[in-house]
């Protein structure tokens, strides 16, 4: 759960990284441009390569998690720790209705999980060492429930499809802000065909900036997701098994935290209103409140 934050982060980086490699071939092939009068084909080409990029980074999302964080992925299970892990993992996959994930292990002192894939019947389950060696199983099965839950709601494809429609409009107001700027700063007429190198330095920033501002809807997105897959793991784990989960988690907060978890102000997250704007996760207080709000399961 609290490594998600890192993926979400990676995810979007990955994205705003396709998004600039497009963005350059479009200007190799000289396509994109926003010239006067072609706006409406702008426009499909912004949905166009903007969906496309949203999807590739999806697609790479579970080779790019394992990679990340050098997860081992269980082939078969090499002692009695990974044979619970697996069966348990296969038990919640049944009750969630999706098909049986790749389960993994990565080294990390800190207690991190997190389930990613671009299909609910082929995704992967991942947690950590930290993990496994501090929570109680019926903790480790509320957090397993919680990660099996962001699969069944195929939260991956919805958060691919947000950011999908953000990149086209990245893609689209970028180009003709480009266009405009081109014009009135570096002096090119509107009877010049083609566009200037103004013109592509511009849309190169205004898409890295415009990118990160509209990241905020992303983010928006998966404080939400994470009130419905804490809903779903009370389901399939059991609720006091959910939020004994979450309280874990809470009771490490003041210890001190990898960089990679500080650089997203992890332990700020209460601090700050402006800040949870920011945030990809929720406060924990206010996750262990609307579980404890919720009909005894």
């Not at 299909?119 to 929570?135: I, N, Q």
Request: hydrophobic share 50%; net charge positive; charged share 20%.
């Amino acid at each position: 759960m609290v490594c998600a934050m890192k993926r979400i982060f990676l995810f979007v980086v990955t994205n705003l990284a396709v998004l600039l490699v497009l963005g350059i071939v479009a200007r190799i092939l000289g396509i994109g441009a926003a010239e006067p009068g072609q706006l409406g084909g702008l426009l499909v080409f912004a949905a166009f390569w903007g969906m496309g990029g949203a999807f590739i980074s999806l697609a790479l999302s579970k080779w790019s998690a394992k990679r990340m964080v050098g997860a081992r992925v269980i082939e078969q299970p090499q002692n009695d720790t990974e044979s619970w892990l697996v069966n348990t993992v296969s038990h919640l996959a049944q009750s969630a209705g999706v098909g049986m994930p790749e389960v993994a292990i990565f080294d990390s002192p800190q207690p991190n999980a997190f389930a990613t894939g671009a299909r609910r019947d082929h995704s992967l389950v991942a947690v950590s060492t930290g993990l496994l060696r501090t929570m109680g199983k019926d903790e480790i099965e509320g957090v397993l429930g919680h990660e099996l839950t962001h699969v069944a709601n195929g939260d991956m494809v919805t958060l691919t499809l947000i950011q999908g429609v953000v990149n086209a409009f990245v893609i689209f107001l970028s180009r003709v802000l480009g266009s405009i700027i081109d014009r009135a700063v570096f002096g090119r007429d509107e009877r010049d065909r083609g566009v200037g190198m103004g013109y592509f330095v511009t849309v190169m920033v205004l898409q890295t900036v415009l990118g990160f501002a509209a990241s905020l809807i992303v983010f928006g997105f998966s404080r939400g997701r994470e009130f419905r897959a804490d809903a779903g793991g009370a389901h399939l784990a059991g609720r006091e098994k959910m939020i004994s989960a979450l309280e874990r988690l809470k009771s490490g907060e003041q210890a001190d935290l990898p960089q990679q978890l500080q650089a997203f102000g992890i332990a700020d997250d209460s601090r700050r209103n402006w800040s949870r704007l920011f945030m990809t996760h929720p406060p924990l207080e206010e996750r262990i409140a609307r579980l404890r709000a919720m009909t005894a399961a």
